[in-house]
């Protein structure tokens, strides 16, 4: 079976065999590429993901991260919300790399994040300089108990409706 040009001109050569088969390779993986770059294969938000027990104190006030109070903070869209433990996704919280610090326009942002087969939804509520940084409860949730055994993952993510979240 040839799939480009198998005329003699072209086979004829001593090294056409391994040539023509690493064309013909080469034509099936972008083939293969572009079909699944069409379902967004390729496409995916690939981040890192750890945990800091910060984040699983419920007692922890608002005020001592960076989507607190202001016109973004988490407090301006509930009176209710006045600690960590107050955030209907508790404890699928954390710092996240979009929130850029105080009144940041990604505070309150909601994220699905996936390993594996697993994906937990992710309130923005602090900024972190790598990645996704949850509470330990998060990651293990994410991870299937494994938080302190993996310590940082990778993780796929999508931001999603705020309503996920429960905001």
């Given at each position: 079976m040839c799939w480009l040009d198998c005329s003699p001109s072209f086979t004829s050569h001593r090294h056409s065999a391994p040539l023509s088969t690493m064309y013909r390779l080469t034509t099936l993986l972008a083939a293969t590429l572009t079909v699944f770059s069409g379902f967004g294969v390729l496409a995916q938000n690939i981040m890192t993901l750890s945990y800091d027990n910060t984040y699983d104190n419920a007692a922890l006030s608002l005020n001592t991260v960076a989507c607190s109070d202001?016109?973004?903070g988490l407090e301006s869209?509930?009176?209710?919300y006045t600690t960590l433990g107050s955030l209907p996704p508790f404890?699928?919280?954390g710092g996240v790399f979009t929130v850029t610090g105080y009144?940041?326009?990604a505070c309150g942002t909601c994220y699905a994040v996936t390993y594996g087969s697993t994906t937990?939804?992710?309130l923005a509520v602090d900024a972190s300089k790598t990645g996704f940084t949850v509470s330990q409860e998060a990651m293990?949730?994410?991870t299937g108990g494994h938080a302190v055994q993996y310590g940082r993952v990778y993780v796929s993510f999508m931001e999603v409706p705020a309503s996920t979240c429960g905001l």
């Open positions: 202001g016109a973004n869209k509930s009176p209710t404890p699928n919280v009144n940041s326009t937990i939804h992710v293990n949730n994410l």
